[in-house]
């Protein structure tokens, strides 16, 4: 079981920054692919971005290849979300969630847990 806590969203304006965190609790945190997943209104939940469980390896939707990096601290149990040059289109709920395989996983249904979500607002 691992429960996951998002933090760090937050109302921006077009071309700035925030940085989002995930914590998560469980015993079997460093064994497990991570993912951020955001949510317009009135849209399905899109993937983001994936890190593989020993941090090795990342992927990026197209729409956010090169503004955002994700990463993780396996020692803090925690990933975090890097967003620059962030833009009205990425205004969302972004989620944190955890997946059983190691290795990254684009498909929203191979994820097992999920956290609460935090907002994020771009203005223009």
């Known amino acids: 079981q691992v429960q996951l806590v998002e933090s760090g969203g937050g109302l921006v304006q077009t071309g700035g920054s925030l940085r989002l965190s995930c914590a998560a609790f469980g015993r079997t945190f460093n064994y497990y692919a991570m993912g951020w997943f955001r949510q317009a209104p009135g849209k399905a939940r899109e993937f983001v971005a994936g890190i593989s469980s020993s941090g090795g390896s990342t992927y990026y939707a197209d729409s956010v290849k090169g503004r955002v990096t994700i990463s993780r601290d396996n020692a803090k149990d925690t990933i975090y979300l890097q967003m620059n040059n962030l833009k009205p289109d990425d205004t969302a709920v972004y989620y944190c969630?955890?997946?059983?395989?190691?290795?990254?996983?684009?498909?929203?249904?191979?994820?097992?847990?999920w956290g609460q979500g935090t907002q994020v607002t771009v203005s223009s």
């Open positions: 969630a955890a997946t059983t395989f190691s290795t990254i996983q684009i498909d929203i249904a191979r994820y097992t847990y």
